[in-house]
């Protein structure tokens, strides 16, 4: 199993940016990729950003593609996500998310094992 712990959140003005982190811990060298995933106000929770650990391959949803960035710390086993130009429909609670099942697919969070508590990023307008 593999433990993650998002921090970064907060409250910023539409087109501010933020950066957020994953750290994961335990069982760490079993895990293929990482995802963020957010779940706004009454909606499902939903896929934003992938990485694949050893090649870095990275996928992003259509309405954040250009605007945010995932990369990884693959020595410090953490994941980032770099928020650019946020809009007040960013808003959610984000989690990150560990290891893809097998025959899983990035975009669908019950195909990852491991998550986060999530943390809350509130845009205004």
């Known amino acids: 199993q593999v433990q993650l712990v998002e921090s970064g959140g907060g409250l910023v003005q539409a087109g501010g940016s933020l950066r957020l982190s994953c750290a994961a811990s335990?069982?760490?060298?079993?895990?293929?990729?990482m995802g963020w995933f957010r779940q706004g106000p009454g909606k499902e929770r939903e896929f934003v950003a992938f990485?694949?650990?050893?090649?870095?391959?990275?996928y992003y949803a259509d309405s954040v593609k250009g605007r945010f960035t995932i990369s990884r710390d693959n020595a410090k086993n953490t994941v980032l996500l770099q928020m650019n130009s946020l809009k007040p429909e960013d808003t959610a609670v984000y989690y990150c998310?560990?290891?893809?099942?097998?025959?899983?697919?990035?975009?669908?969070?019950?195909?990852?094992?491991?998550w986060g508590h999530g943390t809350q990023v509130t845009v205004s307008s």
């Open positions: 335990g069982r760490t060298y079993s895990s293929n990729a």
């Open positions: 990485i694949n650990w050893s090649r870095g391959i990275t």
């Open positions: 998310a560990a290891h893809i099942r097998a025959g899983g697919s990035y975009y669908r969070p019950a195909d990852f094992t491991s």
